[in-house]
């Protein structure tokens, strides 16, 4: 629970950024890797989730 003084919270301090992470050669895919997997992961569930509910409602009929 944060300090509470007699007219609200202490006010926040400042302090410096980390440094970016390193983007030359194959520490690109460390960076870039995993949102990757997370943007594949999004798009391609609509296949699972689309599918099936159209296979529920329209039947055999989509052979057709």
């Known amino acids: 629970m944060p300090h509470r003084g ?3 919270p202490r006010p926040l301090g400042r302090a410096e950024l980390p440094a ?3 983007t030359k050669g ?3 895919l460390g960076v870039v890797g995993p949102g990757v997997i997370v943007l594949g992961a ?3 569930s609509g296949e699972w989730l689309i599918g099936p509910t159209a296979f529920v409602k329209y039947g055999m009929s989509l052979l057709w």
Do not use: A, D
């Open 6 to 8: 007699p007219h609200g």
């Open 20 to 22: 970016p992470p390193s």
């Open 26 to 28: 194959l520490r690109l």
């Open 42 to 44: 999004s798009i391609g």
